[in-house]
């Protein structure tokens, strides 16, 4: 059973196209960290939140953490094929000694 | 800076064999971890080190061994691999425990 759940699992869209992932939990935590990883490479972090609501932005995406600290999402606005690529969010877990749990992950597929 | 570095890139072994892979980082982390990311499971915690000399169990550290006796190496031991350990293997640091993790690039291990 994953402590990070990630939906969806796979996602193919066009260029241009909106999208949103998911990242959710039974449990709380005080931070959530996003990833993206590309074939052949190790995952590479793309942000941090830390504040129950906290939204914030990286140019075209958008990462929000829920009020509860169980949630997350990734909001991605007009998906370029450079966007393609496998997003992990991740978390400490306080009953695991504050070490990283990972998500499953979403692959996107952006087409041009 | 090289970042985190891993050696081998790609192997393949017999079931029964032995092999150590390698990780470096040149970014004088005290903490460095290692990682096996299977589809479906994200990213699992095998071993971590907080520092020269020091290793502890992560999620699934059965059947791997690990060493940290330099600061900037921590290596990955399978003494006797099996079919189940066929994985990508990702090794990170960071300089504190909830700081940014960097990955390596990953070594891909088949074992037949």
């Known amino acids: 059973t994953q402590l990070l759940e990630q939906s969806p699992q796979f996602l193919s869209i066009q260029e241009g196209e909106n999208l949103t992932v998911y990242c959710n939990s039974s449990?709380?935590?005080?931070?959530l960290q996003w990833y993206r990883q590309e074939p052949g490479e190790g995952p590479v972090l793309l942000v941090t939140?830390?504040?129950?609501?906290e939204v914030k932005k990286l140019k075209r995406l958008t990462f929000q953490f829920g009020d509860a600290r169980k949630d997350s999402s990734l909001h991605i606005t007009a998906a370029q094929p450079g966007d393609t690529g496998l997003y992990l969010c991740?978390?400490?877990?306080?009953?695991?000694?504050?070490?990283?749990?990972f998500g499953a992950g979403t692959i996107l597929r952006v087409k041009s | 800076n090289a970042g985190v570095t891993q050696t081998p890139k790609f192997r393949v072994l017999k079931t029964g064999q032995s092999m150590t892979l390698l990780c470096a980082q040149d970014?004088?982390?005290?903490?460095m971890y290692w990682y096996r990311q299977d589809p479906g499971m994200g990213l699992r915690l095998i071993h971590y080190?907080?520092?020269?000399?020091?290793?502890a169990k992560g999620e699934v550290p059965d059947g791997y061994n690990v060493s940290r006796l330099k600061k900037q190496n921590f290596l990955l031991g399978l003494e006797s691999a099996a079919p189940s350990q066929t994985s990508v293997y990702f090794c990170?640091?960071?300089?504190?425990?909830?700081?940014?993790?960097?990955f390596g690039p990953g070594t891909r291990l088949l074992v037949l």
């Open positions: 970014m004088n982390h005290e903490y």
């Open positions: 449990s709380v935590f005080s931070s």
């Open positions: 939140v830390v504040t129950g609501g």
């Open positions: 991740a978390g400490p877990l306080m009953e695991y000694g504050n070490k990283l749990v």
């Open positions: 080190s907080v520092g020269e000399g020091t290793t």
């Open positions: 990170a640091s960071s300089y504190r425990l909830l700081e940014t993790q960097y």
